[in-house]
């Protein structure tokens, strides 16, 4: 809950920041297989994640910014924090890689 907290909050920052935040779309996921693509080979394809999590066992899970839902809305602060909702323009996609660096499983969610 902590680590996604922090991605979020990362998020945040780098889209309060200007719209520079490249927004990884699904479809760019579709050539990286799990047990052979390694995070090198992630991260030359993807750029630098905006959040890196390295977990005790030495597995890490590398966090991107991605295209998701809905665009509709004027502007990319929530609601809850006194802007207009974006209606789920944006959403988080997960790396986790294992100790070794290859990748173990890709997850999406806002």
């Not at 899970?61 to 809305?73: C, K, L, N, R």
Request: hydrophobic share 35%.
């Amino acid at each position: 809950m902590i680590r996604h907290a922090a991605a979020l909050t990362a998020l945040l920052l780098l889209t309060a920041c200007g719209d520079s935040a490249k927004l990884i779309s699904t479809d760019a996921t579709a050539g990286f297989k799990t047990g052979t693509t390694n995070q090198t080979e992630v991260v030359a394809a993807l750029g630098k994640p905006i959040h890196t999590i390295q977990e005790a066992d030495g597995s890490k899970i590398d966090q991107y910014p991605a295209e998701a839902g809905s665009t509709s809305g004027s502007g990319i602060w929530p609601e809850w924090i006194g802007g207009t909702s974006t209606g789920g323009a944006y959403a988080m996609i997960s790396f986790e890689y294992t100790p070794g660096g290859i990748l173990k499983d890709i997850k999406t969610g806002k």
